[in-house]
């Protein structure tokens, strides 16, 4: 089963506009990864947050940890046509990775 | 490039085949996951190795099988396939293990079953 649930489960935006995707998970965790994955390819590694931080960077990408609410938030700043894919937020179980849904993005010119 | 591949891109088999999947990890990584993806179950972890033994088991079924030879490189056996069996079947590789590291994937073996 899915320890994490991404919402929306799909967003259309205009190229230039902000995405936010949410994930929520049930139990504790040590840190949240996010992931995309664009059509028929393998997933591709984002950013991780740790349970300590509550915010963090990468080029357009920022995400938020909220461990109170058990929740992250992916934001897309200024998208693109190539930001078009889907997002997946994952966390631990033992040594593996449980992956929620996704969220499906398409950003259009 | 990830660095991990994956062979082969497709496979068409009938139900009641065996199949075998093989992953080469990226140069370094120590730790192979290989992972179910389909529309209704979403992306399902099947099992980990790490340095070739068996780290830890998802939901992977008994008809199922794999291991991690001594240069590292993976297989993924299916046998007595069912139609439900079809989906996009993902290698991954870490340097070690653990969910502090991230993991990088092949673009998948896609498995059809007719």
């Known amino acids: 089963s899915q320890q994490g649930e991404e919402d929306p489960q799909a967003l259309s935006i205009q190229e230039g506009e902000n995405a936010t995707m949410n994930c929520s998970y049930k139990?504790?965790?040590?840190?949240l990864q996010w992931y995309r994955q664009n059509s028929g390819r393998g997933l591709v590694h984002l950013i991780l947050i740790r349970s300590n931080e509550r915010e963090k960077h990468s080029g357009r990408l920022r995400v938020t940890l909220d461990t109170s609410k058990k929740s992250s938030s992916l934001l897309i700043t200024a998208s693109r046509a190539a930001d078009t894919a889907s997002y997946f937020c994952?966390?631990?179980?033992?040594?593996?990775?449980?992956f929620g849904k996704g969220t499906t993005l398409s950003v259009s010119s | 490039d990830s660095g991990v591949t994956q062979t082969p891109k497709h496979l068409i088999t009938a139900t009641g085949q065996r199949v075998t999947l093989r992953c080469s990890p990226r140069s370094g990584d120590l730790s192979v996951y290989w992972y179910q993806q389909s529309l209704d179950q979403g992306l399902q972890f099947l099992i980990q190795?790490?340095?070739?033994?068996?780290?830890a088991k998802g939901n992977i079924l008994e008809r199922f099988s794999a291991q991690q030879f001594p240069d590292l490189h993976s297989e993924l056996n299916l046998s007595s396939l069912e139609l439900g069996d079809s989906a996009l079947y993902f290698c991954a590789s870490s340097v070690g293990t653990g969910g502090l590291q991230p993991q990088h994937f092949g673009d998948g073996t896609r498995l059809s079953i007719l």
């Open positions: 190795y790490y340095n070739g033994e068996e780290r």
């Open positions: 994952a966390t631990e179980a033992g040594t593996a990775l449980i």
């Open positions: 139990t504790s965790i040590n840190n």
